[in-house]
T-cell receptor, first 114, second 115 residues
Framework: AQSVTQPDIHITVSEGASLELRCNYSYGATPYLFWYVQSPGQGLQLLLKYFSGDTLVQGIKGFEAEFKRSQSSFNLRKPSVHWSDAAEYFCAVGVSGGYNKLIFGAGTRLAVHP | SAVISQKPSRDICQRGTSLTIQCQVDSQVTMMFWYRQQPGQSLTLIATANQGSEATYESGFVIDKFPISRPNLTFSTLTVSNMSPEDSSIYLC????????????FGSGTRLTVV
């Protein structure tokens, strides 16, 4: 069955430090991969997505992610974190087979120290 | 990408009652979905809302508890029936055109508290 694993439940970084959030997926075919961010009390905002082509994907707010098929990973990175980046981050895989539903990982809560 | 209006944004309901949540998209979309996000948890797919036919439910979710309608390509409702405190969650609507760019849009969610 398709699944998404985000191994880090909580991550704390200092403002200005670099960030990498991990995401591993299990899916038999070429996946469609997404990163969403959810701020407290807010809805989901799409940061970036990968469908095909260049494996390094640029997103909004200075985020990027790299698709590595050999590692079944799609890690999210940012070179310098801002205090406003504190939020919950969700990795998701798009599942084909007629319904194109999204399967979400458990999420990583990011805290940013001043 | 499409914009979703979801209402109500929040509600407090008595146990044993039902609540219907509405999801309106500003353009025609192929697929609409309903998710549940329990407190401190990730999103779990409840069902895919199919236009003109019965919804497709995920394992652990049944039509009697979560009846769904989708009368046209831009509107869907989710009803949470015979509520108990365990149903207290955020319910989110999502939509996609299903085209190559695979844009999935989410509503802002309905925060439901059952007392």
């Amino acid at each position: 069955a398709q699944s998404v694993t985000q191994p880090d439940i909580h991550i704390t970084v200092s403002e200005g430090a670099s960030l990498e959030l991990r995401c591993n997926y299990s899916y038999g075919a070429t996946p469609y991969l997404f990163w969403y961010v959810q701020s407290p009390g807010q809805g989901l905002q799409l940061l970036l997505k990968y469908f095909s082509g260049d494996t390094l994907v640029q997103g909004i707010k200075g985020f990027e992610a790299e698709f590595k098929r050999s590692q079944s990973s799609f890690n999210l990175r940012k070179p310098s974190v801002h205090w406003s980046d504190a939020a919950e981050y969700f990795c998701a895989v798009g599942v084909s087979g007629g319904y194109n539903k999204l399967i979400f990982g458990a999420g990583t809560r990011l805290a940013v120290h001043p | 990408s499409a914009v979703i209006s979801q209402k109500p944004s929040r509600d407090i309901c008595q146990r044993g009652t039902s609540l219907t949540i509405q999801c309106q998209v500003d353009s025609q979309v192929t697929m609409m979905f309903w998710y549940r996000q329990q407190p401190g948890q990730s999103l779990t797919l409840i069902a895919t809302a199919n236009q003109g036919s019965e919804a497709t439910y995920e394992s652990g979710f049944v039509i009697d508890k979560f009846p769904i309608s989708r009368p046209n390509l831009t509107f869907s409702t989710l009803t949470v029936s015979n509520m108990s405190p365990e149903d207290s969650s955020i319910y989110l609507c999502s939509a996609t055109t299903g085209r190559e760019n695979y844009g999935y849009t989410f509503g802002s969610g309905t925060r439901l508290t059952v007392v």
